[in-house]
């Protein structure tokens, strides 16, 4: 299977099994179209003279013959859930002072009481994930909420009671953090940028945008401080990771304008990530959006590709677009993906035990506790094998080795099953591949794109 | 080639040896609402790149 589209003035042919790339002139493009079943492209062919027909077709069977494209499909190697736990997501607080109008978490709570995770049940956590990581080394652990900044003296101590024991088992803890960045000081900053690996603040755009959905509990927006505290930590935090992270609704469906805002405003790494809530939601995205929502990923890409062209590629970083064509993950981890309920798990502030933070509160989707381990009911092996080589939905989508067959809370949510994606979330991951393979082909070829083919084999 | 230049070959590693699992969960990164697991790095390629460039 080939995927080919058109993006950034140039023509792109993905081969699907082997994630080969190329790009080539308008009349190979036509070839490959007529190659690929599309019979409208033999009109524009006509044009082209048999020479220079030939000459493509021979470049074409040439990389066929290489395997580069139309390679032949080769059935995926499922790994299964192997006892193994090596990333955790830990809600050491079930409060928030925030009140967003979108958040799943029912502004914190998770749709039960209110209330922080103790250092024991922290410390619980950490030796369960020890204990229960095999053979890997590198594990992760995300402080999340709620707002984690709320109960940071656990966090600090969390990561203090880690760092002493982790030698001991031979592993190696990479620390996040995701935060509403309003909750912040230059002590909390320095402690941060020293133990996180990664950082994700949240920020949504625009003030007028994110100040209508992210409301202290009082009413208040909450922009002009958050802006105010991400600003001093970026300004602290060196080369490390971290992300200045959005979330768009039906409210702001020029999205586009928020990222660049974010860039504009000193940011460097942003991302942005579409709403997924209820229909019956005001602020709710569905497929009637779709067409909008795909020329905001567009016009991103254009301003995204012209932007690091211009100032340097570190100045600008958007994370669904960064995409390394040629060393990104194995099979193995694409058809894996998150690895929610298998080797990624979430835990509450009372230690029990879910596949994932969206999941949390569900009692049919408890795994346990960390105090007496996971409970053996099956969900890591109904987890891991659902992937995209068992979703009729997925088998035979062009981009299932970029999303792995998208979030399985956000199926289960709005779907009512964890096997059936959300379509207007399929769309606009697809669309959100295309720009990251466009610009990824451009930036490694040094701009080379269709038009340096040539006028003679670009002809309309 | 006078028409195609090619980008990237064979970039889906799907030999045995893979999935040591060593790499990030990708939900723990910048989405934690999304899937998009094609931007994460290799952990294997990343480690003997940095030794790589360390033994120049």
Known sequence: MVHLFEMLGSFFCLDVPSGSVITTDRLTYLLLMLRNGVPGALGELSTFSGEERAEAEAEIDGLIAEGVIFSPEIPDSVRLADGVVKAMC??????????CKYCFADGGAY?????????????????????????RRNLEVDFFGGEPMLNFETVKQTVAYARACEGAFGKRIRFTLTTNATVMDEGSIDFLNREMSNVVLSIDGRSEVHDSMRRFAGGRGSFARAKENALKFRAARGDKDYYVRGTYTAENLDFCSDVLFLNDCGFDKVSIEPAVLPAASPYALGMSNVDKLKGEYLRLAEEYYKRRSALGRDKFSFFHFMMDLSGGPCEKKRLLGCGAGAEYVAVSPDGGIFPCHQFIGRAEFGMG???DGLRPNGI????????????????????????????AANAYNLNGRLDAPVDYLCELQKTRTECAIAVAALEASDGFGTADFGAAANKA | MKHIRVIARAAIDRSEHTGCGECQASCQSACKTSCTVANQ????KRVNRKEASGNK
């Open chain 1, 90 to 99: 830990l809600n050491v607080t079930h409060d928030c002072n925030l009140r």
């Open chain 1, 111 to 135: 749709g039960g009481k209110r209330g922080s995770m103790s250092l024991d049940t922290a410390k619980a956590a950490i030796d369960m994930l020890l204990a229960s990581s095999g053979t």
């Open chain 1, 369 to 371: 506790n960390v105090f």
């Open chain 1, 380 to 407: 890591p092996e109904r987890f891991s094998a659902n992937t995209v080589s068992s979703k009729d939905g997925c088998k035979k989508c062009w981009a299932k080795y970029y999303c792995s067959g998208g979030c």
């Open chain 2, 41 to 44: 790095p290799c952990e294997s």
